[in-house]
């Protein structure tokens, strides 16, 4: 079995601001996910790879921030993707770090008060 992870969401208040982080620090374009109940957008996926897809999700009554879920994005180099959060309108929590063999992180917080992890082995 590969990743057991497969699918991850974060949830926001205002999706505009929100697809525009994560598209400026990380590099990437949402896809619009069809969901007649919440308005979801998706990361890009990497179909049959190791690594979990997921969505920024807006829902009624569903707060952003404060969760206890830490999702981490896979980086070249992570200190390259911090460099750009304050940039983005988050702020980093924790900068570059060793995790020994693992590599390195990075914790930082997005513009709805969701904390992310940035992952690299360098």
Known sequence: ?????NWFEIYVQDMARAKRFYEQVLGVTFTRLGSPEIEMWGFPSDQGGDGASGSLVRAPGVPSGGNSTLVYFRCA??????ARVEAAGGRVHRPK???????????????????FGLHSMQ
Do not use: F, K, R, W
Request: hydrophobic fraction near 45%; proline fraction near 7%; aromatic fraction near 4%.
């Open 77 to 82: 180099d992570c200190a390259v993707e911090a």
């Open 97 to 115: 770090m060793s995790i020994g063999p693992y590599g390195h992180v990075v914790l930082a917080v997005d513009t709805d008060g969701n904390m």
């Open 1 to 5: 079995m590969g990743n057991p992870v």
